[in-house]
């Protein structure tokens, strides 16, 4: 029995140590050049924790998908400086345009960032197949559900591709609980953690572990407007702004994958 405790403490202590965030993974996050509005929402997006929790090591290949104004790019970009950073971003115009706002405004610090389009069709450009070594989604899986075509396989199959054996999929994703029957999935921005598995088991991951350093108790799900209800969007304007604003951002799951290196 003292064995076994042992055991159990020593692997928690080092799954502890595993999530602590780097002195440049820090660096990174207090850095001046950040957009102070993208700065405010820290305490619910958990940057530090949640990179660490992935394990994104500076001078590893990492695509985020879906970047859009490029919050997470603020980090990730300047961060992976020994490594390299790709933006995959919706095919047209308007899908690198938030980082190239960043570029235009901070030339030296994203010039270095790589596009692709994601999903990618024949012709367009791609992350090349084997190459990342992390691969990052925040609350994009519900995205992919809507319009006429359902992607959301598509969008796992190709981020499985585009990874090295032994690579990770980070995903963050708002959560709607198992037993919630009130809320429609996918429509509302949230999704069940047992439907984003089945896309994730589909496409060849194994899934790694989970934290909660995103979640939010208070978070009840059955808004007018769905998850934009809540800040930062404020769907409903003016209307139970305080509410909403004690709630905070939403609940979210945070899942991390691998894929397997056979």
Known sequence: MRILLTATVAAIATAAIAQTPSRELAAAIAAPTRTPANVARDPYRHPAETLAFFGVKPNQTVVEIWPSAGWYTEILAPYLAKGSYWAAVPAGERGPAGIKRLQAAHPGRYDKVRFATFPAEAGQPAVPAGTADVVLTFRNVHNWTFGATDRTQLAFDQMFAMLKPGGTLGVVEHRLPETQTNVTEGKSGYMKRSTVL????????????????NANPKDTRDYPKGVWTLP????????????????????RMTLKFTKPRR
């Not at 089945?198 to 350093?213: R, W």
């Not at 003016?238 to 609940?251: C, K, P, T, W």
């Open 232 to 251: 930062p969007n404020y769907a409903e304007k003016d209307v139970d702004r305080a509410r909403y604003a004690a709630i905070g951002e939403s609940d």
């Open 198 to 213: 089945a896309y994730a088991t589909k496409a060849g991951f194994k899934l790694a572990g989970e934290s909660n350093v």
